[in-house]
């Protein structure tokens, strides 16, 4: 389960990335002397930028989560089918030996 700390940490850093970015568009912006109109249309590309940046991240961390599902279900049939196997193996063992073994043994006399 160590997968899901590796996408936590994608959406850590994606999430600082995103914040850092908009608070370092929006300081640009209030520092850099420009008309309103100007102001306006910066503010408008940075919001389509950042928003294509958050989907971008989006889809990607959904992919590594579809993943770490694909493979959480994989490793989960893998050991049922092992506890079967295990628990099918040892009942035939039992199913032997008290096949094998005398009455009296059974029994305790």
Known sequence: MGDNGKCSSVLEDTLIFVAGAVTGFV?????????????????????????????????????EAEKGIKIVKEKTTEGIDAIKEF????????????????????SGE
């Open 87 to 106: 628990i099918e193996k040892k009942r035939e063992d039992l199913l032997k030996k008290t096949a094998e073994s005398p009455q009296g043994e059974r």
């Open 27 to 63: 300081l640009g912006i209030l520092f850099a002397p420009a008309s309103g109109k100007e102001t306006r249309a910066k503010i408008k590309d940075q919001a389509v930028k950042t928003s294509e940046m958050a989907k971008e991240s989006y889809e990607k961390i959904a992919k």
